[in-house]
């Protein structure tokens, strides 16, 4: 979903939010620094295969996703990370990696770390390594519909 379309999304939904420009960044941490943000506010997809169904974790910009937490949470045989090469054509409006943490709009689960929801915002590449949204945490909820978990390790 491309940064206007992402926009239209959440004004249909009646979501307010902001935008925020960065210098080119790829890493969400670095993300982060470049948009003078705390990383605890920056959401960092990752998609994971769940007993081979792909879905979406997302945890704050410095952490990682717990794979073995995240599988008991799932009651699951097998979570693995999932190789770009198997969902880059699912964004195929987004620039690698910097797809908004709407797995919803994907056909995908959305596991979210409960650690996002503590300051009430957050933000996120919007489809590029030069833009990210910032909404409130009540709108995202409700238009993400994420299970909230405990999901992220240092």
């Not at 902001?18 to 210098?23: A, E, I, N, P, V």
């Not at 979406?56 to 952490?63: L, Q």
């Not at 794979?67 to 198997?86: C, I, N, P, Y």
Request: charged content about 25%; some cysteine.
């Amino acid at each position: 979903m491309s940064l206007p379309d992402l926009e239209q999304y959440l004004r249909e939904f009646r979501a307010p939010f902001s935008t925020l420009s960065h210098g080119v960044a790829f890493r969400a941490t670095e993300v982060a620094a470049s948009a003078g943000i705390p990383c605890r506010q920056m959401a960092k997809p990752v998609l994971v295969r769940i007993d081979g169904t792909l879905a979406m974790a997302v945890v704050p910009a410095d952490e990682r996703v717990n794979l073995a937490r995240l599988r008991e949470l799932t009651d699951a045989g097998s979570v693995v990370l999932a190789g770009e090469g198997e969902f880059a054509d699912r964004f195929p409006e987004c620039e690698p990696g910097a797809m908004p943490p709407f797995g919803n709009l994907y056909g995908m689960a959305l596991y979210v770390d409960q650690g996002l929801a503590a300051d009430g915002s957050l933000c996120f590449n919007a489809g590029s390594h030069t833009d990210l949204l910032r909404m409130r945490w009540a709108d995202f909820e409700r238009l993400a519909n994420p299970v909230v978990c405990d999901i992220a390790e240092d």
